[in-house]
């Protein structure tokens, strides 16, 4: 019933930037939480960034100052702006979102198939 995208990764320099997006198409009303996730090889999938439109926004330790995320709500979008990326910053990041359908206001939970950043001189 709804479908999570992303797009955006790459192998970028350390130091550098990318942004990722995710796109979510399907019966959709309104987003109750987006998040990215990443998973590095060999570690489990950890919390990156997650907010709840018109409430909290949290970060992990780890990308505090360096990583935003942002959502365009009438487009169904979320973002992950990744600034000062650091070799250990590499991992496959997944969108993840909680949203209200719009067919019966009931709560659809589900995953991105996750896309590919590197870090790497």
């Known amino acids: 019933q709804v479908q999570l995208v992303e797009s955006g990764g790459g192998l970028v320099q350390p130091g550098g930037s990318l942004r990722l997006s995710c796109a979510a198409s399907?019966?959709?009303?309104?987003?109750?939480?987006m998040a990215w996730y990443r998973q590095a090889p060999g570690k489990q999938r950890e919390l990156v960034a997650r907010?709840?439109?018109?409430?909290?926004?949290n970060y992990a330790d780890s990308v505090k100052g360096r990583f935003t995320i942002s959502s365009d709500n009438a487009n169904n979008m979320v973002y992950l702006q990744m600034n000062s990326l650091k070799a250990e910053d590499t991992a496959v990041y997944y969108c993840?979102?909680?949203?209200?359908?719009?067919?019966?206001?009931?709560?659809?939970?589900?995953w991105g198939q996750g896309t590919q950043v590197t870090v790497s001189s």
């Open positions: 399907g019966r959709i009303f309104r987003f109750n939480e």
């Open positions: 907010m709840k439109p018109g409430d909290s926004t």
């Open positions: 993840n979102a909680e949203v209200l359908l719009s067919i019966d206001l009931s709560t659809w939970h589900g």
